[in-house]
């Protein structure tokens, strides 16, 4: 059974920074690309990032680049979005999947404010 | 414009059939694009339901029943999602997307109601 677990959601100050897991088990980890979503509260879904299964191709949202990092451990089939200067309108949950959504984990819940 | 047009809304009753839209851009022509489905009821994680490009380049979600199913309108420029005899249990939000310019870009969304 395919299964993708996020952690790492948190309360976390304007400019600050946040580091996000997703386990991943049931299949090759490896073998299959991965993106990251972000929903805010009541809105609707946004494309975060995208990374191939070797890691060696990145894409990101205007909205993010420059300031969120998508990275991928294959021997720990984990996959991670490093984020900084975060704002208000980061809040979301982040939901990270396997191929282009065929696959989803749970969600894990940002909330940027002081 | 955005990339991708869903109605906000589309109601029907239960037994008869939803027919959901995704406009593309003017410029964006529908053809080359696999259509991407999802489902999400309230509370939960987005469901992939189906991804479309043509009859012989298509994918059916792992349990999605055949009653949910794809096409394309090239004269409206548009990826389809249609769902026939609807339960209640399909009310929920559909959203499309397609994979352009290095992007997976999402419609709005429509919510569906059956009553």
């Known amino acids: 059974e395919v299964r993708l677990v996020e952690s790492g959601g948190a309360l976390v100050l304007p400019g600050g920074s946040l580091r996000l897991s997703c386990a991943a088990s049931g299949f090759t980890f490896s073998s299959y690309e991965m993106i990251w979503v972000r929903q805010a509260p009541g809105k609707g879904l946004e494309w975060v990032s995208y990374i191939s299964s070797s890691g060696s191709t990145i894409y990101y949202a205007d909205s993010v680049n420059g300031r969120f990092t998508i990275s991928r451990d294959n021997a720990k089939n984990s996959l991670y979005l490093q984020m900084s200067s975060l704002r208000a309108e980061d809040t979301a949950v982040y939901y990270c999947?396997?191929?282009?959504?065929?696959?989803w984990g749970q969600g894990t819940l940002v909330i940027v404010s002081s | 414009q955005p990339v991708l047009t869903q109605p906000t809304s589309l109601s029907a009753s239960p037994g008869a059939s939803a027919r959901f839209t995704c406009t593309l851009r003017?410029?964006?022509?529908?053809?080359?694009?696999?259509i991407f489905w999802y489902q999400q009821k309230p509370g939960s994680l987005p469901r992939y339901l189906l991804k479309y490009n043509s009859d012989s380049d298509k994918q059916q979600g792992s349990g999605v029943p055949s009653r949910f199913s794809g096409s394309k309108d090239d004269s409206t420029n548009a990826g389809l999602l249609l769902i026939s005899g609807l339960q209640s249990e399909d009310e929920a939000d559909y959203y499309c997307?397609?994979?352009?310019?290095?992007?997976?870009?999402f419609g709005g969304g429509t919510k569906l109601t059956v009553l």
């Open positions: 999947a396997r191929d282009l959504g065929v696959f």
């Open positions: 997307a397609i994979w352009y310019s290095n992007t997976l870009v």
């Open positions: 003017s410029d964006i022509n529908v053809g080359p694009y696999r």
